[in-house]
């Protein structure tokens, strides 16, 4: 089956700190989303890609769709405690039962104040 | 605010008690999802509904019974679970016919089976 590989699976950084993690796949997607999931909460959508290539700005937050279209990367800019979380990548395919999704296992960020 | 609701909150039942999960979306969508998310794994889709009729049910024991009585609501029954059921038990919806098929998730419910 498909599978996600994201990393890294956990980070510790500094306040004010740029983050980066990127999610690969064997697989060609044609959508790219990633999510941030709070503890005891459900993933809240951050950034949608749609085209290979795709740079995509969500206040600090920049997301990139790879141009093999089987990779994506996020970064964080100015890190601030309160983007404490795990954050997800998840891919979509075409074809059917195209609207599913395959999700990476999450990268733990922690941001010391 | 993500526009999908999910009821109880958490829950903690016995392996011989019933009850169900409850979600919720008013977003409009023609599709919703029920995942499972333990420690350590990936969110594993465990249903999904297409306007109303069942697409996916992937190799989910017969414990978890699923109902859709309309594309606003989704329904997780619960029986004879085992302590491994324990989990965060997660709604998504989305559209389906149209691009974007980006889902959106409730908050979860926190079960327990003791």
């Known amino acids: 089956g498909q599978q996600l590989n994201q990393s890294p699976q956990s980070m510790f950084i500094q306040e004010g700190e740029d983050v980066s993690m990127n999610c690969t796949s064997s697989?060609?997607?044609?959508?790219w989303l990633w999510y941030k999931q709070d503890p005891g909460e459900g993933p809240v959508l951050l950034i949608a890609l749609y085209k290979a290539g795709e740079l995509t700005s969500n206040g600090r937050l920049t997301a990139q769709f790879g141009i093999t279209r089987k990779d994506s990367f996020l970064n964080i800019s100015a890190s601030i405690p309160s983007d404490v979380g795990i954050y997800f990548c998840?891919?979509?395919?075409?074809?059917?039962?195209?609207?599913?999704?395959?999700f990476g296992k999450g990268t733990k960020l922690s941001v010391i104040p | 605010e993500t526009g999908v609701t999910q009821t109880p909150r958490h829950l903690v039942m016995g392996m011989t008690n019933k009850k169900s999960l409850k979600c919720e979306q008013h977003l409009g969508h023609n599709a919703m999802y029920w995942y499972k998310q333990s420690a350590k794994k990936p969110l594993e889709l465990m249903f999904v509904y297409n306007f109303k009729e069942q697409t996916e049910n992937n190799s989910v024991p017969s414990r978890f019974s699923p109902e859709c009585p309309n594309s606003s609501h989704l329904f997780l029954h619960l029986h004879t679970l085992q302590p491994e059921d324990s989990a965060l038990y997660l709604c998504a919806s989305s559209q389906v016919l149209e691009v974007p098929y980006e889902q959106y998730f409730g908050p979860g419910t926190r079960l327990t089976v003791t």
């Open positions: 998840a891919g979509q395919r075409n074809g059917a039962g195209s609207y599913q999704l395959t």
């Open positions: 697989s060609i997607f044609n959508t």
